[in-house]
């Protein structure tokens, strides 16, 4: 069965930076997009940024633009979100999530994610 595990959360000041992780495994993830989610209290589970496992092409909500890189090592089947210069409101448990995706036929909503991991809470301090 697929598992997505994420870890490398904690608390940050503002200003700060964390790399999270998702550990992938259960199936081959050619022709899979990998994504990074994250839901702050009392707010839906917002898209962050996906990567192409394929082709490594990769696409960012802009909230995180210039600030999250998510990259991936096919070789390790892991998925990395690199957060730089936190703020407060990047505070939330982040998600990593898989589906289907042919090219880059990029999808934001939850829903249409077939996998997920359990979630890693990062706290950033102001």
């Known amino acids: 069965q697929v598992q997505l595990v994420e870890s490398g959360g904690g608390l940050v000041q503002a200003g700060g930076s964390l790399r999270l992780s998702c550990a992938a495994s259960?199936?081959?993830?050619?022709?899979?997009?990998m994504a990074w989610f994250r839901r702050s209290p009392g707010k839906e589970r917002d898209f962050v940024a996906a990567?192409?496992?394929?082709?490594?092409?990769?696409y960012y909500a802009d909230s995180v633009k210039g600030r999250f890189t998510i990259s991936r090592d096919n070789a390790k089947s892991t998925v990395y979100l690199q957060m730089n210069s936190l703020k407060p409101e990047d505070t939330a448990v982040y998600y990593c999530?898989?589906?289907?995706?042919?090219?880059?036929?990029?999808?934001?909503?939850?829903?249409?994610?077939?996998?997920w991991g359990q979630g890693t809470q990062v706290t950033v301090s102001s």
């Open positions: 990567i192409s496992w394929t082709l490594g092409n990769t």
């Open positions: 999530a898989a589906r289907y995706q042919l090219l880059t036929d990029w999808r934001i909503w939850a829903g249409e994610y077939d996998y």
């Open positions: 259960g199936r081959t993830f050619t022709n899979y997009a």
